[in-house]
Structures are given as C-alpha cells and as structure tokens.
C-alpha cells in the first residue's frame, strides 16, 4: 500500500481564524519500505506566507524559527515558500510526480496518515483553496496512535512521545518541525508492515 505522511504547523488551535505555516508530506510504499531509508523516502515540504499572521502566543512562540524564515526578504523567491493558494496545487503536483493518480473528477484521494491528523490538521486543510477538488483525503487515516494502544491501561489513546517510548525510544522527542514529524509517523509504523495486527488474532483462533 501507498500512503502519504502529512504533518502541519498552525499558528493556533482554530482552523477558522488560525493559518498553516508549514506543510510537509512523506510518500512511503509498504512493499518497498525495507529497501528505502527514510531519508530517501519522497519528501515535500513548504513554508506558508501569509499578508498577516494571526496566532496563539504558544504556537507562535513554538513555530518561531519558521515566522524567521518566512520573514526573511532574502527568501521571497525561495522554491520551498508559497501562498496558500499555490499550498494544495503544489502539493497534488508532488503526488501527481510520485505515481498517484485521480479520479474520474480528476481529484486524488489519497491514503492519509498523521499523529491526530484526523481530529486536527484534516480541518486546516480543509480551509484551504483546492481540497475536494485537487486533493482530498481517503475516508480511513493511519495514527501510530492505534498501534502503540495499550488496551489494557491506557485510558485514552498515547501521545507521540508515548508511542515512541514504546518503539524502543530512549529519548522520545517530538521536533515540531512538519517534514520530521511526517518522517516519525512512518518510521513508527514501520514496524507493523511485517506484522499486522490480524496475524495475531488468526492465530489465537
């Protein structure tokens, strides 16, 4: 299976009045995952400018670097900034490079995965010009979250830090950076390509 690794990085927590200032995406192939690294593994990643940024104190001051690059009037041309409307199109263009195909409505629907991208960077995008009708995500998204449940204990579902201390980490770490943190969705389910959870329970029958 083919699916795409999407992280995003907002000013704030609402995706009404809050913007995204950075997109990044990880194509990975699940039949090829053992034979590419993942720092060779397809990668896009673009910083957002906007005419004014509206933002929480906490986001802005965790996404500081990047309002730095974006401020930066030596990088006004740079290839990895965009507006948001230039985001999607750029992003449909990627995939369209790397195998992915439309619909008959000529829109990719495309197989999505992302710590709590279901719950919350899905309705950024959403805000964004072209989605529904350049891009779209399949209905089912991946969390490493699922994979690293422990139905016994936890009570709700773990945090990234949580499903890396439970990979083996011995420094679970979260960048906050949107091209790292796509890249750590699927290094942590890697994993369970080889070892799919319906082995187990067809065993156990």
Known sequence: MRYVSIDLE???P???RHQVLELAAVVEDTKR???TPLAELPAFRRAVRHPEICGTAGALALNA???????DKTKLAAPDICRPDELLPQLREFLLANGFRPN????LSVVMAGKNFATFDLLFLRQLPGWGTLLKAEP?????AAFYLNWHKDSRLPTMLICQARAGDAEPHVAHEALADALEVVRLLRPFYEHPAYKSINKEQ
């Open 14 to 16: 609402d995706p009404l």
């Open 10 to 12: 907002m000013s704030g």
């Open 33 to 35: 995952a053992a034979a």
């Open 140 to 144: 089912a998204v991946l969390d490493p």
């Open 65 to 71: 670097g990047l309002l730095h690059e974006l401020a």
């Open 104 to 107: 008959k409505k000529d829109c």
